[in-house]
């Protein structure tokens, strides 16, 4: 709750910003604090979600060797994800073909 009234602040810091502009269209101080209230109610949430966002840095190869099968298809290595497997430093990465990799990801656990 606290970090929503700090964010909650910082929307109406924009109030005096923008009361002399919704003014000259014919609405008051307490109008715009009220609809920076309301946005804030909302865009809290949103910006929480997208700033809070897991996001998951692949590498992809158009044609490679699977490390797994051995075939030679498109293939890809997952370098980085939040949950704790972080490859981007491997000497010697390892690239799977789709069916390989889904089935590393549900080893690692991290697969979707």
């Known amino acids: 709750m606290l970090k929503f009234l700090l964010y909650a602040f910082r929307w109406q810091l924009s109030t005096p910003i923008l009361y002399p502009v919704v003014q ?36 992809f190869m158009q044609v490679g060797r699977c490390h797994d099968c051995g075939k ?25 073909c789709s069916e390989c990799s889904k089935a590393k990801l549900k080893q690692l656990k991290i697969g979707n």
Do not use: H, M
């Open 72 to 96: 030679y298809t498109a293939v890809r290595r997952l370098r980085y994800d939040p949950r704790g497997y972080d490859r981007r430093d491997d000497p010697d990465p390892e690239f799977r």
């Open 24 to 59: 000259k269209f014919g609405s008051g101080f307490w109008s715009v604090a009220l609809a920076n209230l309301i946005g804030a109610s909302i865009f809290f949430w949103v910006d929480r979600f997208i700033f809070s966002a897991k996001v998951q840095e692949w590498e």
